[in-house]
C-alpha cells in the first residue's frame, strides 16, 4: 500500500445510469447516480435516449460527486472511466469526457472493465463488509450481465461461464412484461414472490452443457402457460399473481444455484461472491446463505449501492490500477464488447 493520499474521480456511463464518483486511497467519499426514468415507458434501455441523457447528466453528475466529496478537480490525482462493456453511444459519452477532463487537469486517464468493476466493488473500505480471499468465484447477475468468474488476483480473472442468450435480469423483466408488471420487474416479482407458494407452478429449466446459462426458452415457456391459463380463465393472472411471481423465482434461483454449485465443485474454491442488481433478489441472498451452512461457502455480497451499475466500482477498479502504475494513452477508444 502507499503512503500518498490518492484522489480519484471514476465515471460510469455504460447503460442507463449516469454516475460519478470519488474515492480516496480505497474509501468511497461519494457516490452518484443518476437513473433515467424515460426508459421505464418503453418497458427496456433505448440506446439513443440513453447516450442523449448520458450527456444531459454527466457535468451535473460529476459536480455533485466532488461537491460531496468535499474536494476540488484541482486535488484529483487521476481519472477512471468506464471503457466496456454496454452500449456504444454510451460508452463514448463518458470516456470522450473522462479523456477531455484527464487531459485539461494533466493528470493520468485510467481505463476500466465494467464486468471486473462489479467484481473489484468487493475492495472498497466498507465497514461490515468483508472483502473476499483469493482465489474466489464471482457471479455477476443483473440487467445485462450474467456471468460466473474465477477470480485468482485483482486482475487476473477467468470467465467459466455466461449466458448464451438473455441475462438474468431479463428474465426476470420480461416475465413481469407478460404478467403486465412495470419496468424493471425485478423487485416487485422479488416482492410478490415472498407472498406466494414456490411449487404452485412449475416450469423446466434449461439443459445448457457445463457453466452456461440460458434464460430465453424459460421466458417463452412463461409466455406460453400464461396464454393457456389465461385462454381457460381470463382472471388467471390476478387470482395466481403472487404464486406465479414465486415459481418463477424459484426457477430461477435453482438456475444461478445449480451452476455455481456445480462451479465451486470443479474449481473447489468455496469462497463465492455475488454482485449486480439481482444480487438484491431476496431468493438468491438466502440460497447463497444457506450454501454457508450446506458446503461450507464464505458468501459475500457487497453494499446495495456498490453493486447495481455504480461510479464507486469504477474508482476502486482506477486506485487499484492507479497504485500499479497502469495507465491509458488519450487515443484510447470505448469498446462496447471489451471481455474480462
Ligand atoms: O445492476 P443493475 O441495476 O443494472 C444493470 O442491468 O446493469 O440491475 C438491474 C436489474 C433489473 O433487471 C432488475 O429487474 C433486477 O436487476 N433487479 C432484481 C431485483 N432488484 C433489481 N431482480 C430480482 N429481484 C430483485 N429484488
Ligand atoms: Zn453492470
Redesign the pocket.
Known amino acids: 500500500m502507499t503512503s500518498q493520499n490518492i484522489y480519484i474521480l471514476g465515471i460510469e456511463s455504460s ?3 449516469t454516475a460519478a464518483s470519488v474515492i480516496f486511497n480505497g474509501k468511497i467519499l461519494s457516490n452518484v447516480v443518476t437513473s433515467q426514468k424515460i426508459h421505464e415507458d418503453y418497458g427496456g434501455v433505448v440506446p439513443e435516449l440513453a447516450s442523449r441523457a448520458h450527456q444531459q447528466n454527466i457535468v451535473p453528475a460529476v459536480h455533485q460527486a466532488l461537491s460531496l466529496a468535499h474536494v476540488k478537480k484541482e486535488d484529483l490525482n487521476a481519472i477512471a472511466f468506464t471503457r466496456g462493456p454496454g452500449l456504444m453511444g454510451s460508452l463514448l459519452v463518458g470516456t470522450s469526457f473522462a479523456k477531455s477532463l484527464a487531459f485539461g487537469l494533466n493528470i493520468p486517464l485510467i481505463d476500466v472493465n465494467h464486468m471486473q468493476a462489479h467484481i473489484l466493488a468487493h475492495f472498497i473500505d466498507e465497514p461490515g463488509f468483508d472483502k473476499p480471499q483469493f482465489p474466489f468465484l464471482a457471479m455477476t ?5 450474467t456471468q460466473i468468474v474465477k477470480v485468482n488476483s485483482y486482475f487476473d480473472m477467468v470467465v467459466i461461464g455466461e449466458t448464451i442468450d438473455d ?4 428474465a ?2 420480461k416475465s ?1 412484461k407478460i404478467l403486465g408488471l412495470g419496468y ?4 416487485e ?3 410478490r414472490a415472498q407472498l406466494g407458494d414456490p411449487k404452485a407452478f412449475k416450469f423446466t429449466k434449461p439443459k445448457v452443457e457445463g457453466l452456461n446459462f440460458s434464460f430465453s426458452g424459460l421466458k417463452t415457456a412463461i409466455l406460453y402457460f400464461i396464454q393457456k391459463q389465461t385462454k381457460e380463465d381470463p382472471d388467471f393472472i390476478e387470482k395466481n399473481l403472487n404464486d406465479i411471481c414465486a415459481s418463477i ?1 424459484y426457477t430461477i434461483i435453482g438456475i444461478l444455484m445449480d451452476k455455481l454449485k456445480l462451479a465451486s465443485k470443479q474449481t473447489g474454491i468455496k469462497h463465492i461472491a455475488i454482485g ?3 444480487s ?5 441472498r438466502k440460497a447463497l446463505k444457506s450454501g454457508e451452512a450446506k458446503f461450507g461457502w464464505t458468501t459475500y455480497i457487497p453494499k446495495f449501492e456498490f ?3 455504480n461510479a464507486a466500482m469504477i474508482a476502486i477498479v482506477g486506485y487499484l490500477k492507479f497504485l500499479e502504475g497502469d495507465f491509458a494513452d488519450q487515443d484510447i477508444m470505448a469498446s462496447a464488447r471489451l471481455k474480462i
Open positions: 447503460c442507463d445510469d447477475i443483473s440487467g445485462g450481465h441475462a438474468v435480469g431479463e426476470f423483466d413481469g424493471p420487474a425485478g423487485p416479482i422479488d416482492k423465482q449486480g442488481g439481482v438484491a433478489n431476496s431468493g438468491i453493486t447495481t451499475d
